[in-house]
């Protein structure tokens, strides 16, 4: 199964999320492979904090070729794809090729506005990849306040699903990062731990219902014609401990 987590605007906690998300599907012994196709190459950096071994990471910030990633996510239960913060080609050819698009977004004005943008791009994907399933995410949500209370009533103005999991702002998350390991390794027994146990509970049962890969037209995708063992890409090899 092909993850990707994609929006148009930095700063929503997109990587964070992803890579927490990764460590706990790892946890459950799915075989995964993350793939760091932003620029900025955020996962990468904590990746090599600490010497971090959590998963395998593969850094890829060009577009991404559909043979190419069909061909390698044969070798893993899931790939987790981190997509930049931006609308182009590289955010294109990712969507072509994922089974679950999350986009994750907090309540607030600007990452509503800005949802929209993204929805679009994904709208004109579609027929590329029929099968593509979207969900939002509520992310950094701050408890006990009314805009905190009201976030998945605004969520409902998109008519796209939700998860039921919501991922508060927690400093725990922000520990974690800088301390280079996941928020279950850092406070397992955290409310942060336990909102992405959740998170990874809900996407778990989705694969069972996974349906065959559609025929994907290649009009964002041919990018390059080289095989997978010469993508060049910079890999971080890595094993859980």
Known sequence: MIISFVNQKGGVGKT??????????????????????D??????QWHTIEGNKSFEILHHPSP?????????????????IDAPPAIGDISKAILTVTDLAIIPLSPSALDVWSCWGTLKMIDEIRPLNSGLEVKLLINR????????????????KFETNVFDTELCQRVAFIDAMTSGVSVMQY????????????LCEEIIPQVSMEAS????????????????????WDRYHSQEN
Not at 21 to 32: P, Q
Not at 64 to 80: E, G
């Open 16 to 37: 964070t999320t992803a890579i927490n998300l990764a460590v706990s599907l790892k946890k459950k012994n799915h075989n995964l492979v993350f793939i760091d196709a």
């Open 39 to 44: 620029p900025q190459g955020s996962a990468v």
């Open 141 to 156: 949500k701050i408890p006990g306040t009314k805009i905190g209370r009201e976030a998945r009533e605004v969520m409902k």
């Open 213 to 232: 890969h559609a025929q994907v037209n290649n009009q964002y995708l041919d990018f390059s014609n080289e095989q997978v063992e010469n993508l060049g």
């Open 187 to 198: 406070a397992p027994n955290s409310k942060a731990a336990g909102e992405i146990e959740h």
């Open 64 to 80: 991404i070729h559909a043979t190419d990633i069909r061909q390698l996510s044969m070798n893993y239960d899931y790939v987790i």
